[in-house]
């Protein structure tokens, strides 16, 4: 299996920048892809980025383009999620999540890591 941990969450305020790390360890050459997710308080879980790892495809929600930025480092298993020009709305937990599905871009997930806070203040 695959585990996940997600970390680089904090505080910062609007127009700053945060870049979040999810590790992947396991039986990583199952997991076709990372993607990113958030959970806004009272909200529903959205997708925000995806990438594939034996790629370079990504892809992004419209309401982060030109702003967020997914990419990997296949030497640390590692995928990034660097975030410019927060606003108050990126607020949420962020999760990654991984598949072994080959669906592109993915829209099936078999592994979560535990999440990390983003708090953008105004």
């Known amino acids: 299996q695959v585990q996940l941990v997600a970390s680089g969450g904090g505080l910062v305020q609007a127009g700053g920048s945060l870049r979040l790390s999810c590790a992947a360890s396991g039986r990583t050459i199952s997991s076709n892809a990372i993607s990113w997710f958030r959970q806004a308080p009272g909200k529903e879980r959205v997708f925000v980025a995806a990438?594939?790892?034996?790629?370079?495809?990504?892809y992004y929600v419209n309401s982060v383009k030109g702003r967020f930025t997914i990419s990997r480092d296949n030497a640390k298993n590692t995928v990034y999620l660097q975030m410019n020009s927060l606003k108050p709305e990126d607020t949420a937990v962020y999760y990654c999540?991984?598949?072994?599905?080959?669906?592109?871009?993915?829209?099936?997930?078999?592994?979560w890591g535990q999440g990390t806070q983003v708090t953008v203040s105004s």
């Open positions: 990438i594939h790892w034996s790629g370079d495809s990504t």
């Open positions: 999540a991984a598949t072994s599905y080959g669906t592109w871009p993915p829209r099936r997930y078999d592994y």
